[in-house]
């Protein structure tokens, strides 16, 4: 009888997690091993980022929650995109959250924009 109720005490937390999920694009970045200048509302640093299978880079001028970004390291990451509602009228309208690391190295990236 308690291994009914473990089981089913799993059942429902991974059915639970799965509806937090609900409504998220994931997506895996690798961010380059350095900031470079950009200009969104005003100037500021900007990650630069590329898909995984891709070759070329862009600027990623938002935020992500979680991620700590430490220079000269080059990151693959797994993010989690959700369409906000209602954005402030400065603000990206998409949030962007660190699922997890999964590799952290220590080089300099390469092919990356002038």
């Given at each position: 009888?308690?291994?009914?109720t ?7 937390l991974?059915?639970?997690c799965?509806?937090?999920?609900f409504g ?7 961010i380059?091993s ?16 590329r ?15 979680g991620?700590?970004?430490e ?14 509602e209602?954005p ?25 924009p002038n």
């Open positions: 009888m308690k291994l009914k473990i089981m089913l005490a799993i059942f429902i991974m059915v639970s799965e509806k937090n999920d998220l694009n994931n997506k895996t970045l690798v380059a350095e900031k470079v200048d950009c200009v969104g509302i005003s100037p500021q640093k900007c990650f630069l980022v898909e995984v299978d891709k070759q070329d880079w862009h600027f990623f001028y938002d935020s992500i929650i991620f700590t970004y220079a000269g390291f080059e990151y693959e990451i797994l993010i989690s995109e959700k369409e906000l209602n402030p009228a400065d603000a990206s309208s998409i949030e962007y959250k660190l699922i997890r690391i999964i590799s952290k190295i220590e080089k300099t990236s390469e092919n990356l």
